[in-house]
Every structure is written in structure tokens, then in C-alpha cells.
């Protein structure tokens, strides 16, 4: 292993400075933010979170970035953020914002893989985290990138290492990518049968499409199939916050995992972060030992997001719900949630209080449709097979991380090396 700073083995650039006149809803060029980082997994994403991302100005051709340009933060809008890296998806599209720095390596010296790994180290992101301006958003700069210290091994074991932890990454982005496919299978479906109205009837064909009677329903104000009804979540739906642990009983490993509001995201659990402990306290509750299957709702912060629970040994921290109902109700509850409908409802309510809080007796007294419950479980009968292979890849992509985030240390510190067999198995 060798001693450099990064600025000799790197060039760190800022990214343009653009005009808010024109961010835009739409057009042809993406600004990057920092909404791009997803910092738990270390990778890129869409950044959703805002309308106006788009930008119709003009720039340099140098800040239109290209597919497999490595991109880092410069300022911390969430804890953890800087030092987080993430590789640009697609040519052409995406503009780097002066919020965001480019890294070039000098091939010579550093394999570009290695660096991704290298910069999101801890290593890396202490030093960087104790650099940062100490102000209410903390930043850093392609200087105190450059000055980080860090000790790396020959070039031809760098390119084992990167090329072994990108193909972990590359299996995790596909099982990522089908359950996104499975996701919006279900959410098809769901639309089709309780949206469109359009399940089988009983001949097995669409049930308003073919003409099958419709009747208009006054609270709801349009027609729904004959036989379903309009009523509250509440008269089936329960939510139940989680109990309220002593964070001086957490450590970083221990039987159990605590699901804390960071952990939902949207439409998937992340585990990855969770704080452990090794015995249940003694009055928690039943539904606080989480069970495969279980739907999540956040409760505080983004409100209204929703996710299934895909591994065991989990436990439910305050501030976040988890569904209590019949088995023949928890789907179509979770999809209606997770519909714009639903969600948009949520954050309304959420954002009707002084600080983004979600009541969830006031959320279960929205009124939806109930459909017959011949036309439930036969909804559910189609969907299983869709939930069960999306908690199978899940538990793949959980596999996966942890070996990763097992082994990242490890190879950055010389601990172990790459057995060439298994980098190509």
C-alpha cells in the first residue's frame, strides 16, 4: 500500500453556474443535484423530488456530462451525503451544477472503479466530514477533496478490487431493475382492476369495458361496479406506530435491526444503515417484531411513503406505521397508497400540521372503494406470485450488499486481496 493525497491522483472539477430563470418542467437537459445521490446504496438516481430540474439556458459543452462520468457532492444536504459517489447513466443529458464535482483519474496511477469505491470509503468521507465548512449546510470543495490522504495498492490489484465490487454492484442493480419491472406490474394491475374497473367478470372478460352494470355512488361521485361500496381505511385498516426505543441501547451489530423512519424509502426497505440490538425490551408489542410481508408506512418527514418488509429480525421504531388488517385487504390497501391518490392525500395532511407529521387515525379516515371480496382475493391470487418473486430478489439484493459492504473495508485497507477465481466467478 502507498501513501498519496488524492490530488495527485485525481482532478476534481466544479460543476456550472446556472441561472434560475430557467428551470423549467420540462426540455431537453437535466440539472444534477444532490437529490442524484442515493447515498445509502452509494449510486445514482432520478431525483424526483422537485418539478423544476430541467434547464433551457445556455452553458459550456464541458458541464453536459457523459455516461460513466464519476460525480461527487460538494455540499451535505443530508447527513452522510459528502463522499458519496455515483456514475452518470446516459450521455447527453445530464448538466453538472456547481453543487456537484466531476472526477478524472490519472489513469497511471488509479483505476476509475477503484476510485468510486475509494472516495465513498470511510476513509475518505471522515476526513472530508472534519474538513467541511461547519455551517448549517456543510460544503466542501474540489481542494479539500484533493487534500484527503489515502493509501492505495498496486494498479493491477486496484482493477481486481474495482472490477470485483462493481460486478456485486452490477448483480444488485438488476435485481433492483426487476423489481422495479414487478413493481409496476402490480401497480398495473391494481389500475386495471380498481381504477379502470376493468377486473374479470365473471365470464373473464374486463367488467366495464364489456358493459357490466355500474351504479353511481353519491359520496363518491361516480359510477362503481354494482355490489362495492364507499366507506373509511379505518373500517378494515388499522396503522400502528412502533415503539419507542432508547437509542443509548443501539449498537452497530446485534440479533435485531431497528426500522427507523431513514429505513423507508420509496417502495423498498433499506437495512442497510439500521441500528441494532441483541434482546426485545419487554413490553414491546406484537406488531413491532416485524413479519415478511408486513407493509410500512412513514410517518414523519416524507410522509406517506410506503414499502414491504422482505426480512426477519426486524423491529418498528416510533414514527413509522405498519398495516394492521385481514391478509385480503393488505395489498390493495398498499397499492392505493402508493398510488398519486393516496399519496397525495398523505402529504396534504402531513403538510396541514406546523412540522411534517402524519396522524395516522386521520389518514384511515379517508374514504375509498371497497370491492367485493370475491374480486379481492382473486386480486391477490394474481398478485402473489409478483410479491413473493420481488421479496426473493430483494433478499438477493440485501445478500449482496452485505457482502459488499462487508468486504469494502477490508480491500481498501489491504486486509484481504482478490482471489482472481472468485472476481470472475
Not at 198 to 203: A, I, L, M, T
Request: aromatic letters at 12%.
Amino acid at each position: 500500500m502507498k501513501k498519496y493525497k488524492l490530488g495527485e491522483l485525481i482532478e476534481v472539477s466544479r460543476g456550472a453556474s446556472l441561472c434560475g430563470d430557467f428551470y423549467t418542467a420540462s426540455g431537453k437537459y437535466i440539472r444534477l443535484t444532490c437529490g442524484n445521490f442515493d447515498y445509502h446504496n452509494n449510486c445514482f438516481k432520478e431525483n424526483t423530488s422537485k418539478g423544476n430540474l430541467f434547464y433551457t439556458g445556455e452553458f459550456k459543452e464541458e458541464f453536459l456530462l457523459e455516461k460513466g462520468d464519476l460525480i461527487t457532492p460538494l455540499t451535505e444536504q443530508a447527513i452522510g451525503l459528502l463522499g458519496s459517489t455515483a456514475w452518470i447513466p446516459e450521455s447527453g443529458k445530464y448538466i453538472q451544477s456547481q453543487d456537484i464535482a466531476k472526477i478524472t483519474c490519472k489513469e497511471e496511477l488509479l483505476d476509475k472503479r477503484f476510485a468510486y469505491y475509494l472516495i465513498s470509503s470511510d476513509m475518505v468521507k471522515r476526513q472530508l466530514s472534519a474538513a467541511a465548512q461547519q455551517t448549517k449546510i456543510r460544503h466542501t470543495s474540489p481542494d479539500k477533496i484533493k487534500d484527503c490522504t489515502v493509501w492505495i495498492p498496486s494498479l493491477a490489484e486496484q482493477k481486481k478490487i474495482g472490477k470485483f465490487l462493481f460486478d456485486i454492484d452490477c448483480k444488485i442493480e438488476i435485481n433492483r431493475s426487476l423489481n422495479h419491472n414487478l413493481e409496476a406490474m402490480a401497480k398495473q394491475l391494481y389500475d386495471y382492476w380498481f381504477v379502470q374497473f376493468d377486473f374479470p367478470d365473471e365470464n373473464g372478460q374486463p367488467y366495464k369495458s364489456s358493459g357490466s352494470k355500474m351504479v353511481w355512488n353519491e359520496k363518491f361521485k361516480r359510477d362503481i361496479p354494482d355490489g362495492w361500496e364507499v366507506a373509511p381505511l379505518n373500517r378494515e385498516l388499522e396503522i400502528k406506530s412502533g415503539y419507542a426505543f432508547k437509542s443509548g441501547s443501539y449498537s452497530s451489530e446485534g440479533m435485531f435491526k431497528i426500522i427507523t423512519i431513514k429505513n423507508v424509502q420509496d417502495g423498498y426497505l433499506n437495512i442497510s444503515t439500521c441500528e441494532c440490538i441483541e434482546t426485545l425490551p419487554k413490553d414491546i408489542k406484537k406488531w413491532c417484531i416485524l413479519q415478511k410481508g408486513d407493509r410500512l408506512i412513514s410517518l414523519t418527514g416524507n410522509c406517506g411513503r410506503v414499502c414491504r418488509v422482505t426480512s426477519e429480525d426486524l423491529l418498528l421504531n416510533q414514527r413509522v406505521g405498519v398495516f394492521c388488517c385481514d391478509g385480503l385487504f393488505s395489498e390493495y390497501f398498499y397499492q392505493f397508497l402508493a398510488s398519486d391518490e393516496g399519496n397525495h392525500y398523505c402529504v396534504n395532511l402531513a403538510n396541514g400540521a406546523a412540522q411534517a407529521n402524519l396522524s395516522p387515525i386521520d389518514l384511515c379516515k379517508m374514504e375509498l372503494v371497497y370491492p367485493s371480496r370475491e374480486t379481492l382475493s382473486l386480486f391477490n391470487k394474481t398478485v402473489k406470485p409478483i410479491i413473493q418473486q420481488y421479496i426473493a430478489n430483494e433478499q438477493k439484493i440485501e445478500n449482496f450488499t452485505k457482502l459488499r459492504n462487508d468486504l469494502l473495508p477490508l480491500l481498501m485497507n489491504g486486509q484481504v486481496s482478490v482471489n482472481y477465481d472468485l472476481a470472475n466467478d
